[in-house]
């Protein structure tokens, strides 16, 4: 175990999480809102860690890997369909993009 307290890392991954939070509900840019999802799943991954080192088992650290799968699917979908829809709207702003407007 190390030094350092495990709330620290808890506090650490509580404030990565609600900055990711305000990121997502205040900014307008969709690659800005996609990397402040990626910012709280890194934060879930952190608080996986640390209760998995604290209890001393390697659960939370297999569920990290699981998390990380989704994470780089996700990030391959997310920017695939980013792409387009720039492609058709010249915008990656999320106000400007409305793809079910007839």
């Known amino acids: 175990m190390s030094s350092i307290p495990m709330e620290c890392y808890l506090i650490l991954s ?15 840019n969709a690659i800005v809102v996609f990397m ?24 939370g650290q297999v569920f990290v890997f699981f998390v990380m799968t989704v994470a780089a ?4 979908v997310g920017l695939a369909i980013i792409i ?12 400007e993009i409305n793809i079910f407007k007839w």
């Not at 509580?14 to 307008?28: E, H, P, Q, S």
């Not at 387009?84 to 106000?95: E, G, P, Q, S, Y």
């Open 73 to 76: 699917a996700e990030a391959a």
């Open 36 to 59: 402040c999802i990626e910012l709280m799943l890194n934060s879930a991954n952190l608080t996986l860690v640390t209760f998995s080192s604290y209890l001393g088992n390697s659960i």
């Open 14 to 28: 509580a404030f990565m999480f609600c900055v990711g939070v305000a990121g997502v509900l205040t900014r307008r």
């Open 84 to 95: 387009a829809i720039f492609r058709n709207k010249k915008t990656v702003n999320i106000d």
